[in-house]
């Protein structure tokens, strides 16, 4: 958080405003999928529909927890990551990732309208010319040992639970020596990897002290059909 108000005063210029940070015994943030019963909403409560995908429903800013059944942060995670919708900086990597690969330009994260500002000529570039090599991705993820077959779907198995790699391990790709991408994060059977897209639909691997998982991308619902070699089950 104080990285992000750090961030805004340096490109606030001579805008007059002042940023405060609330704590959250003052205001929380939900989300309410479209899934659940309506949420009843109280006077100091701000909702809007998320932009980024139609499965995750509406963000909620409110002072109380929502008058619908909540359910643990991970479920949100494993919700969004079904969807292809990345989230927090140890997903989307400070100081490093680029709008596109992040997804944000699928996601009304760009507007592509606006000049002037940070990184703007390269975002555009690669906005108009549609050449995008890397992607994050969801992936599912499977011990190696032969005991659970290659997934077709991307979908949650709680079932499965094995040790996942630590955040920046490299996949490989069977008889090939450069690297498809690398593992970020993930909750049981399902993560998020910035992947090369000529990947997706392939079974990668990740290797770090003495263990081995398997891993398969995929590509979400926003991703142009045609392409997609795999499909997406909704949580």
């Known amino acids: 958080?104080?990285?992000?108000?750090?961030?805004?005063?340096?490109?606030?210029?001579?805008?007059?405003?002042?940023?405060?940070?609330?704590?959250?015994?003052?205001?929380?943030?939900?989300s309410i999928w479209p899934t659940l019963p309506p949420h009843l909403p109280n006077a100091d409560s701000l909702d809007i529909a998320d932009p980024r995908s139609p499965y995750l429903g509406t963000r909620l800013l409110s002072s109380k927890p929502p008058s619908t059944k909540s359910y643990p942060l991970e479920v949100y995670h494993l919700?969004?990551?079904?969807?292809?919708?990345?989230?927090?900086?140890?997903?989307?990597?400070?100081g490093s990732a680029l709008p596109a690969e992040s997804n944000l330009d699928v996601m009304f994260g760009i507007d592509f309208t606006k000049g002037c500002y940070v990184g703007q000529e390269l975002t555009s570039r690669t906005y108009h010319t549609g050449i995008i090599r890397k992607r994050l991705l969801p992936l599912s993820v499977y011990p190696s040992g032969g005991e659970i077959q290659e997934p077709m779907t991307l979908a949650y198995d709680p079932s499965i639970s094995i040790p996942l790699p630590p955040s920046g391990t490299a996949m490989a790709a069977e008889g090939e020596k450069r690297s498809p991408g690398k593992f970020l994060r993930g909750w049981g059977n399902l993560a998020w990897g910035l992947c090369r897209l000529d990947y997706v639909g392939r079974v990668l691997?990740?290797?770090?002290?003495?263990?081995?998982?398997?891993?398969?991308?995929?590509?979400?619902?926003?991703?142009?059909?045609?392409?997609?070699?795999?499909?997406?089950?909704?949580?």
Request: contains cysteine; glycine residues 6%; charged residues 30%.
């Open 1 to 30: 958080m104080q990285n992000l108000k750090t961030h805004l005063q340096r490109y606030k210029l001579r805008s007059k405003f002042q940023t405060h940070e609330i704590p959250p015994s003052q205001l929380q943030l939900f």
């Open 205 to 235: 691997k990740c290797e770090w002290e003495g263990q081995v998982v398997l891993l398969k991308p995929f590509l979400p619902e926003w991703a142009d059909r045609e392409k997609d070699t795999g499909t997406v089950e909704p949580l």
């Open 79 to 94: 919700r969004r990551t079904l969807h292809g919708v990345p989230e927090g900086p140890e997903e989307i990597i400070e």
